[in-house]
């Protein structure tokens, strides 16, 4: 699987990236992972809902949920700690 496969979400409308993931599929990906750290985990959660729900019913699954931590330096200088997850939707075969 090639890095084009990845969606980072950000601070952007969450339609964005649904339509990020959905062109992804149309253009013969069998699977799409959805990454986003901090604040957007949320976001990132409601793009794999929407797009599962709404855009690919039946043609879609969750297929597994990576969360972890990651350790990035702050505007002073310090190290934080962020949470992260990692979305892998799939086609259904």
């Given at each position: 699987m090639t890095d084009d496969n990845n969606i980072f979400v950000g601070n952007k409308p969450t339609m964005n990236y649904v339509l990020a993931v959905v062109t992804q599929f149309n253009s013969g990906s069998d699977e799409v992972k959805?990454?986003?750290?901090?604040?957007?985990?949320?976001?990132?959660?409601?793009?794999?809902?929407?797009?599962?729900?709404?855009?690919?019913?039946?043609?879609?699954?969750?297929?597994?949920?990576?969360?972890?931590?990651?350790?990035?330096?702050?505007?002073?200088?310090?190290?934080?700690?962020?949470?992260?997850?990692?979305?892998t939707i799939g086609k259904q075969h």
């Amino acid at each position: 699987m090639t890095d084009d496969n990845n969606i980072f979400v950000g601070n952007k409308p969450t339609m964005n990236y649904v339509l990020a993931v959905v062109t992804q599929f149309n253009s013969g990906s069998d699977e799409v992972k959805i990454k986003a750290r901090g604040t957007a985990i949320s976001r990132a959660v409601d793009v794999a809902e929407v797009v599962r729900n709404r855009f690919l019913q039946n043609v879609a699954t969750v297929k597994s949920i990576t969360i972890g931590t990651e350790v990035l330096t702050n505007r002073d200088g310090r190290p934080s700690n962020v949470s992260s997850i990692e979305i892998t939707i799939g086609k259904q075969h």
